[in-house]
């Protein structure tokens, strides 16, 4: 209902598409595609995701495959489906098989990532799991009270910097070990998020990763992105940029219950293959819900 009531912007912009298909014949398909195009493109899809829907379409239609709006409109919503879920890669989070599983959360400012932490640590400990909070955003002084704010509302433990100028890679390892030493199934780290562009960010998360790695092989798990849903095409450079220096392994989209505008998710799933893991559908405890593709085009195209 969340997403629903969030997408109801881009369901407008969409609602033309309907209009559209209603009346639509054959000798009219250039203009009706060109329009729909339009209303993809409106609605933050971008150029690429909106010519390569729409080339579909029309190849299916010229070919005698869709023969009405209404079956244009569910090859529509199914190819959008597609785009989303054709990768393979999985939805769930994948925690191995060693303890503790390692979760980065990483991201820019602002984007929801103390936030999203703290809800997913919710998620976790309701389904039994030992949850261990790291403060790595050691660069925003009030990021690890946030955090802690966080661990306390869900019963977690939290590992902090024991001083000013500890660096972010040394809380994480401080707490990895913390993890493997009392038993915890999983280890949430939280990464300061100060502007993609500053490189001395992407060399802070790589070694962040290195010194996870030095004492769990293979970890971290998980290297979850989180992204501002209503940030429209900007998400896409920042997903292009952590995933070359970090290599991101899910997509944490929150925001999605404001003004979201769901296309942008749809190119960046695509272009970079990263699958969504979680949607953020509010800000408290319980507004992460893990991503239903099906529920997020119903969303987008009624
Ligand atoms: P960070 O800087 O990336 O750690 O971002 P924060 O976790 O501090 O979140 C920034 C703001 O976004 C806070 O006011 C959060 O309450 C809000 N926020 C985070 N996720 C959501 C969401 O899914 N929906 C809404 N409406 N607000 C959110």
Redesign the pocket.
């Known amino acids: 209902e969340k997403l629903f009531s969030g997408f109801s912007k881009t369901r407008e912009s969409l609602a033309v598409v309907d209009e559209l298909l209603l009346y639509w014949n054959l000798a009219d398909t250039d203009r009706v595609l060109d329009e729909l195009e339009e209303a993809l493109l409106v609605s933050d899809f971008g150029p690429r995701i909106s010519f390569k829907i729409v080339d579909s379409l029309r190849e299916d239609i010229l070919a005698g495959k869709l023969k009405s709006g209404s079956e244009i409109k569910e090859a529509l919503k199914k190819s959008v489906l597609q785009l989303l879920t054709s990768k393979g890669a999985k939805t769930e989070l994948q925690l191995g098989y060693r303890k503790p599983a390692v979760v980065m959360i990483v ?12 809800k997913l640590a919710r998620r976790l400990k309701n389904e039994g799991v030992k949850v261990l909070l790291a403060a790595g ?1 050691t660069f ?1 002084a009030a ?1 690890s009270e ?1 955090l802690e704010i966080w661990a306390e509302r869900t019963g977690s433990e939290i590992v902090v910097a024991d001083g000013d100028k500890v660096k972010a890679a040394s809380v994480l390892s401080q707490a990895v070990k913390k993890g493997k030493l009392e038993g915890y199934d999983v280890v949430l780290c ?1 990464t300061s ?1 100060r502007l993609h562009t500053n490189y001395s960010l992407m060399e802070e998360l790589v070694a962040c990763k290195k010194a996870v790695a030095k004492i769990i092989p293979g970890a971290p798990n998980e290297i979850l992105l ?1 992204l ?2 209503t940030t429209g095409l900007n998400m896409l450079p920042q997903a292009r940029e952590f995933n070359e220096v970090v290599g991101i392994t899910g997509l944490i989209v ?5 003004s979201a505008r769901g296309g942008c998710v749809v190119s960046v799933v695509d272009e970079l293959g990263i699958p969504v893991k979680f ?5 408290g405890v319980d ?2 819900q893990p991503f239903d593709a099906e529920a997020f085009v119903d969303a987008i195209f009624s």
Request: aromatic share 0%.
């Open positions: 991201g820019v400012n602002g984007g929801g990532k103390t936030t999203s932490l703290g955003d925003r990021a946030q939280d998020g989180v501002d849903g929150t925001k999605l219950d404001g949607v953020g559908v509010g800000e507004d992460l």
